[in-house]
């Protein structure tokens, strides 16, 4: 089944994907490691009751497909509380990823998943659970605030994944220092190598730009 997730990373605009179980979590995944499994598996339990309510007025629903300013989710269920999600760039080919999703599909009927998940999903498994403290207890009102509107304005650079790339990011931010103000163009260079690409980067910069000053003058 790895195989089969690897060929649809490999579909033009398609970051990569992951197949989640609603009982026992994330199955298998190829999406940067930013993208940590405990929230991966929240979104395909949140992608999973789309298809429920979605078969309520819809018999025939096959693809769920979310789209964003920079990033469009496309669903498949593989079976009753199991599916595969991609996440891709709006450019993505969606006939290629059609074609990817019906052969990995067929595959899973036929049984071909249950190795592969004992050999992904093992090392998943075995990784030591972390509590890292809210942030809300961390840091300070007012850089609460801002950080909340940096996260928001993030979602027009990365779409829907944006929230979680932010959230790991701050923990590894606040880790390595006082979460104050004083750190903040940290904070911000390494959402920079989360968003890889000079424009957008750029972007992001002009966005923020108001809100940081705002908090500067208090």
Known sequence: MLHLIDELKVIPGVMGACIVNSQTGLQVTNLPAVFKPERLTLVGKHLLRL????????????????????????????????LVFAICDPAFNLNLLTMSFNLLHEEFKLGNFTETVAETAAPVEAEPAISLPPIEKEISGSL?????????????ILGPMAGFIFDEVTDNWIEQGAPDFSRIEELIE??????????????????????????QKG
């Open 51 to 82: 298809y429920s309510v979605g078969r309520m007025n819809f018999a025939d629903l096959t693809d769920i497909t979310l789209n964003y300013d920079e990033s469009v989710v496309v669903a498949r269920e593989l079976e009753k509380n199991t």
């Open 190 to 215: 390494q959402l920079n190598q989360e968003i890889d690409d000079p424009d957008k980067i750029d972007r992001y910069r002009q966005l923020i730009a108001s809100a940081i000053k705002g908090f």
């Open 144 to 156: 609460q605030n801002l950080l909340a509107e940096m996260k928001a304005l993030l979602g027009g």
